[in-house]
Structure formats: C-alpha cells, structure tokens
T-cell receptor, first 114, second 116 residues
Framework: DTAVSQTPKYLVTQMGNDKSIKCEQN?????MYWYKQDSKKFLKIMFS???????INETVPNRFSPKSPDKAHLNLHINSLELGDSAVYFC?????????????FGPGTRLLVL | AQKITQTQPGMFVQEKEAVTLDCTYD???????LFWYKQPSSGEMIFLIY??????QNATEGRYSLNFQKARKSANLVISASQLGDSAMYFC?????????????FGTGTRLTVIP
C-alpha cells in the first residue's frame, strides 16, 4: 500500500495552461508539504499544510495554490504555466508538529512545460 | 545563506567498502533535526536516517550511520559495506521549525556511484 501517492507521475503541457497535481497520504499524518526539485536537483519547500491550514507559504508565485479538501489530501494547482515551472514536484507528509518527525515523500510528478 | 552544504558533488566507492558523505549545516536554533534521504535514478525520495540535535548518540539504521559532530556542525552519512544498489543521489536536510511545521532545507546532494 503506497503511503504517499501523487498523480499524475508525468505531466507535459503547453505554456499558459492551468494544471493540477494531486497528493494523497494514508499514513494518518497531520502535515503535508509540496517541494519543487529543479533541473539541478535542488529541492525547495513550497508549501505546507497542517490540519487544513496553510502554515508556510514560501516566496512562490501566486500562480501556485495548494488546496486541501481534507487531512489526507493536498493538491497543487498551477495557473498560467511558464517554462520555468518545469521541474519535479514532490508531495510529503509528516505526523504532527514535533521536531523529529520524518517527512515521507511521494514518488514525484515530473512537469514539463513546452 | 546556505543552511545545508554538501561539498561533494560526486563520490565513487568500491563495492563492499565504506563511504562517508559530507554534510555541514548552519543554524542558530538550539533545537533542530538532521535527515538523510536517498534518491535513486527512479526519482523517489527515500528516508534513510534522522539525528536530533539533543541526541547523545549517533544515529544508526542498518548499514547507515550518522557521524554527528555538533561543535563542527557536521552530520556526515557513513554507508558501510557498499552495494551496487546504493548508487544514487544522497541529500542531507535540516529541519527548522516555522509556524509550527517541520520545514526541511536540503543540500545540493552528492551522487554516489558504487563500482563493482
């Protein structure tokens, strides 16, 4: 049983389109995250949600909007896609707010904007 | 300022030998956590090992151990008895609390290649 799943695994789209990436975790975790990994493999936090509240919003363009319908899901919506949005997007989750909580990652969604 | 520094873009190790992947960090927070993740060519991020800033002993998980030197702010990953399947990117990360969540800052990674 997959702990953190993302769909789709690959996404190829045209510039200017709007797209969504879905994330689900079945670990019963309270906090979920979105990370972006660029072409140089650098990973950076984008958002995190705890109990359906956004608690970190790094300096990402407002074209990106996370939406959490419930504790087990955190979807990422991207409007007006740009070439620079091409990257691998990872969803992750952790249990609670304690300092040592490990984040478990999904398999990643490879987004290519043409 | 870079919070996590991995100075080795690439490392090679002979199969069955041990290898150390370097990681240094920068924080003024007395409470923090350090993590290592493995990213094989298939792309997923796999959690390997965790070290808390207040942990007295170095963390170990099977063939993985973390050489935690707090005064030097280093958290090197040691892989013993390397296997071909260990070939992957390895990322060091530090947890920093912000707004109550565990925000992870990642290093740039080290690509490990195990030679048969």
């Amino acid at each position: 049983d997959t702990a953190v799943s993302q769909t789709p695994k690959y996404l190829v789209t045209q510039m200017g389109n709007d797209k969504s990436i879905k994330c689900e975790q079945n670990l019963g975790h309270d906090t979920m995250y979105w990370y972006k990994q660029d072409s140089k493999k650098f990973l950076k936090i984008m958002f995190s949600y705890n109990n359906k509240e956004l608690i970190i919003n790094e300096t990402v363009p407002n074209r990106f909007s996370p939406k959490s319908p419930d504790k087990a899901h955190l979807n990422l919506h991207i409007n007006s896609l740009e070439l620079g949005d091409s990257a691998v997007y990872f969803c992750a989750s952790s249990h609670g707010l304690a300092g040592g909580e490990t984040q478990y990652f999904g398999p990643g969604t490879r987004l290519l904007v043409l | 300022a870079q919070k996590i520094t991995q100075t080795q873009p690439g490392m090679f190790v002979q199969e069955k030998e041990a290898v150390t992947l370097d990681c240094t960090y920068d924080t003024s927070d007395p409470s923090y956590g350090l993590f290592w993740y493995k990213q094989p060519s298939s792309g997923e991020m796999i959690f390997l090992i965790y070290q808390g800033s207040y942990d007295q002993q170095n963390a170990t998980e099977g063939r993985y151990s973390l050489n935690f030197q707090k005064a030097r702010k280093s958290a090197n990953l040691v892989i013993s008895a390397s296997q071909l399947g260990d070939s992957a990117m390895y990322f060091c990360a530090m947890r920093e609390e912000k707004g109550g969540a565990n925000n992870l800052f990642f290093g740039t990674g080290t690509r490990l290649t195990v030679i048969p």
